[in-house]
């Protein structure tokens, strides 16, 4: 490819942990492969280009922008609109922008309660005058502003319109490779599709499967399982019933259940609502009280078990809004 | 004065026996709450939690799932994976702040009618109680959020004019 036809790429994080910018290293060699396809526009992490640069760019003029992080603050909602505006393809990089991942369960409290948390609450907090961020100080020297902190994350495709999704906390580098490899050739999927295989992590795990029935769920400490049986019929809460394929079934290869990063397999809506469909076929018990106490030991995080990378993303996005919210 | 509150009741009932109840109600003139909007399933197994929280989500303010008595399933024993799926459902919506009594699971059969009737009047009585769900104001963010998105265009419109 000549210079003059090289695409113009562009990478960002939101609310996320800084993983998938990682993750984009871990295609190994192959980034030089993208050094030679691709212009780097924009990528705070490794490049010096400012917003003002994209800012002044002509709207579409970025082929390819990898997006990752949810969106929690006005500053990334902005981000998003902006990098949506500029780019052709954009796309939702990793679990938070695809899902809201680990951030997204701070949907389960509010902007208040996480303040309170975070500047009042935990021990090691000394902060007499109760000084926390807000949006608008006015100081002799002028106004200072900061973005506002929101109540809910939101997903990337809950705030602007997403062409590809590529699921998994974070990606694995060979499926990263596959999606740039089918933008450079033109070979894209169409548009709305998550990135990845269409069956669940279990198609991939190599353990042995038999029926299922379970008395009783463990937690991960409490046990040591074998390293062959299925680990859902040893009574571990292992989420590759309900999860994407694409990861090889890492974590139940290591003796660690699934997490559920990859998300909901293709054609499912609501990732939790499947895994309690999942769940409810393998609890041997038909009694409504012995039920509830087998789900009620076992699983004392219905939440954060069944939604762990996806809450944003659930049909409810978040748990009932409670309290004044901090102006 | 405000209009008085009008329930929004979805109830998935199950084709072999609730749905047939429903109908006896119907030819035997059974009154029962107008509130409730039935959605005919094959099997009270059918009902994916999905379906309730969707239900939820979309505005309605209680969901019921009916299905045959357990021991009579058409299906055999579809409806015990209902009853555990219930169970499941509650203990989550619970969580996320959704009075759990806005679920409710009946077995209704075919020949049960007046029971059903019944069954729909008092779960109407017990979300009226409730007062309304109204789900989706949970998402809105406060006021503050368009101005903040409004005064980060003006801040970078500043920024640009001190550019050489």
Known sequence: MSEAAKGKLALYWAASCGGCEIAVLAINEKILDVAALFDIVFWPVAVDAKVRDVENMPDGSIDVCLFNGGIRTSEQEYMAQLLRRKSKVLVAFGSCAHEGCIPGLANGNNRRQIFDTAYRDTPSTINPDGVEPKHHTEMPEGALYLPVFYDTVRTLDQTVAVDYSLPGCPPEADRIWDALTAIVESKLPPPGTVIGVDTTVCEECPRTRNEKKIKKFYRTWEIVPDEETCLLEQGLLCCGIATRAGCGARCPRVNSPCIGCYGPNQGVQDYGARMMTALASVIDSNDPEEIDRIIREGIPDPVGSFYRFSLAHSQLRRSKLVGQSVK | ?164
């Open chain 2, 1 to 164: 004065m405000a209009d008085p509150f009008k329930p929004k009741i979805v109830a998935f009932l199950c084709n072999w026996c609730s749905y047939t109840a429903s109908d006896l109600a119907g030819t035997a003139r059974i009154k029962y709450s107008p509130y409730v909007r039935i959605i005919r399933v094959m099997c009270s197994g059918r009902v994916d939690p999905s379906f309730v929280l969707k239900a939820f989500a979309l505005g309605a303010d209680g969901v019921m799932i009916a299905g045959c008595h357990p021991g009579d399933c058409h299906y055999i024993e579809q409806n015990y994976k209902t009853i555990r799926r219930h169970t499941m459902l509650r203990y989550f919506i619970e969580r996320m702040g959704i009075e759990p009594d806005r679920l409710r699971l009946v077995w209704a059969s075919a020949a049960e009618g007046q029971y059903l009737a019944e069954s729909i009047d008092s779960f109407v009585d017990a979300v009226e109680k409730l007062g309304p769900l109204d789900w989706s104001a949970n998402w809105e963010e406060n006021g503050d959020r368009l101005e903040a998105l409004e005064a980060i265009v003006g801040e970078h419109a500043e920024a640009m004019e001190v550019r050489p």
